[in-house]
């Protein structure tokens, strides 16, 4: 048998004969083709694709351009009643479409629930008290309220929200400033944080808010409703002004701070510090980007930090940056779009001293230190209509440890992780039809979806720029960087033996790790006699031994076609996880753009070789998804698909759970609410799909 008889056709039957192999997942053992001349191996295939042909500077350039092109100028009303309007139909969509999207109804609008956990030992002039409270049904975290002594009548009061803090309401500057709000006859209610304090369980990290996004939830729902239910308190309490409450926070603090302040009118005075940062500001600059709940899908196309300041008018605003932020939020670089463009809002309402800046340069540092605190004192003070305080009263001595802070959480609380696996078990997909008419209106409803869930554009190659070339040992190849018609790019090498047909059969093939990572292969036959082996690692070599031509290709997000710096580690900060929530947020999808270069890429190498066949591999959970989506909503582009190491369900990413990081184009809002790889693999007909050695 020759290299060019052993069809692919040939290669799946003998797939599917062998024991334990099946099309729709499982453990499958390959069978490799007859040993043939002039063979090509890892070693001479590796050091081809181990090259660097495009630099994370240029990718991250392009993904930035990509977004900058995506921004629409801060819309500036005519009068004030038009800003209203508006300023209403935000909050709308945002609430209703973005942040609840995916939330039960009977979660978002239940009451709150609290519990009085007594009192802790404080100084004169205020009490302390511990409270628990419910975020939704089996999600707990817990409170501290800081009370003025002898309080008649109503009196203001702050929510006072966490940043990052490890040590959560225990964090001394917290607790500073709360009990001189206490000192100063106002209520303070100090909340934990998701993550932090008591709430520090390794699944309530926050990048695990993709995972409640994977099954339909918006990650940002958990984190709203869980500092809404402070203001939902300090509404309902009997000695507390409903008129006149604030937040305050640093950091994520700060973030929640101005997301709270903007969509709950409720909150009368707003000091966020730090935290918060305009989209254009998170474009130029990586430290601007926050964590996954800060980029809700799809806020961002219409409700940019911006567009939530401007939002506050004319309710009185401080807004506080650092000049020397260690985390880049600097007071310079945020003011033009945090607080010029945002002034014209404020003097619509004849209120513009209500719109305040201060830039803190003592310690000048990511901080809500003495300066900072002295600086919120006043001004709430002022717009509570209190006594202005300018002073902070010292209470060093009476600095709670963490320990005497514990309030308690039941013991089976919910995690983020946790409450993923409990949406995820509500989900009920119906089972697909079996008959042929009933089949076709389900497979072109299910398409439709698709496209909606990944945002699904369709782009072309617009140029294929050669890199490099070579011809010896019987292999040619060259590699391109693809520049598609977003403007976005993937790399790609090309190769084929030098004795195989011009018109043979191609194989695409995408890895998770990239092509640049080439394992050894499992494929040898000196007896020139078909044996069993395991498939695994990258086939490079063995596709171009079946006299097929290959085109290993890197898609965005993917080894040299990512922003992340070539070969290193990955990094929950890296810049890929970074681009991916801003794309979400401006409503695109990565898998959705993943996809799309995939199908371009395809008929852009097919087209160019007049190949009379393309055959798709993967390697990965991240290319078994991309691949199989694209089969789903193109089968007819690909004869064939094999998939390595993939997954069963996209449930394994809840059960391991799978890091963002790892695998940040999986998370895609509503994915797992809609399909799971099984229906994937029946959308892919009339494509033949094998998967192979499954991720347990």
Known sequence: MSKTEFTRRDFLHTVTKVAGATTLGGSVILLTPPSLHAQTNTDQVGPILKQQFQPAAVAEFQLRQYLMNKTVPLPFPTSAEVWNAEAQRLRTYALEEVIFHGWPAEWVNAPPKFEDHGLVPSGEGYRTRKLRYEIVPGFWSTALL?????????????????????????????????????????????????????????????WFGAHLN??????????????????????????????????????????????????????????PISGHFSLISAIERNSDVGDIEYNSPDLRLHCDV???????????????????????????LEKPHSYDEIRPFFKLYGKEDAFAWHENVDPGTHNYQLDNRQQAYAFFTKHFGMPIVEREIPVDDQIKSCEELVVGLPTNNLTIVGLAKKLASSIKQPPMPLDAPSRKVWTSTQRTKLKDVIRYNEVTVKHAWPISSTRNKGLETIAYRLEFTNELSATAVWLKSIAAP????????????????????????PTNTPILCECRGNSVAWHVNRGEQVLALNLIFTGDASPDEF?????????????????????????????????????????????????????????????????????????????????????????????????????????YKEFDVEHFVALSAPTKVVQTAMTS
Request: charged content about 15%; proline content about 6%.
């Open 214 to 271: 994977l099954v339909g939830a918006c990650a940002t729902g958990l984190f709203y409703l869980a500092m809404r239910k402070g203001i939902d308190y300090l509404y309902q309490h009997p000695n507390i002004d409903s008129l006149r409450v604030g937040v305050t926070g640093l950091s994520g603090g700060g973030w929640q701070t101005l997301t709270l302040s903007a969509l709950d009118e409720r909150v009368a005075v707003s000091v």
């Open 502 to 525: 011009d018109q043979a059969p191609v194989a695409v093939v995408i890895n998770d790790e990239g092509f640049q990572t080439v394992r050894t292969e499992i494929f040898s036959d």
């Open 567 to 671: 070969g290193g580690p990955k990094s929950l900060w890296g810049p890929g996880t970074l681009y991916t929530e801003l794309i979400a947020a401006m409503g695109d999808r990565p898998l959705g753009l993943e996809v799309g270069q995939l199908l371009a890429a395809s008929k852009w190498i097919l087209n160019l070789k007049h190949s009379p066949s393309l055959f798709l591999e993967s390697t990965g959970i991240r290319s078994q998804i991309t691949a199989l989506v694209a089969a789903s909503l193109e089968p007819n582009t690909f004869a064939n698909v094999l998939t390595r190491e993939g997954m069963q369900s996209l449930r394994y990413l809840l059960e391991k759970p799978v890091p963002y990081q790892d695998a940040p184009d999986l998370f895609c809002l509503d994915l």
């Open 306 to 332: 911006s567009v939530l300041t401007a939002m506050r008018a004319p309710r009185p605003t401080l807004l506080i940056y650092a000049a020397e932020d260690e985390y880049g939020m600097r007071a310079p």
């Open 146 to 206: 800081y009370e003025p002594a002898n309080v008649t009548g109503k009196v203001p009061a702050t929510l006072n929200l966490n940043g990052h803090a490890p040590q959560g309401k225990a964090a001394e500057y917290k607790q500073k400033r709360c009990i001189n709000n206490a000192l100063q006859g106002m209520f303070a209610l100090s909340l934990e944080w998701l993550g932090m304090g008591e709430l520090s369980a390794p699944e309530n990290a926050h």
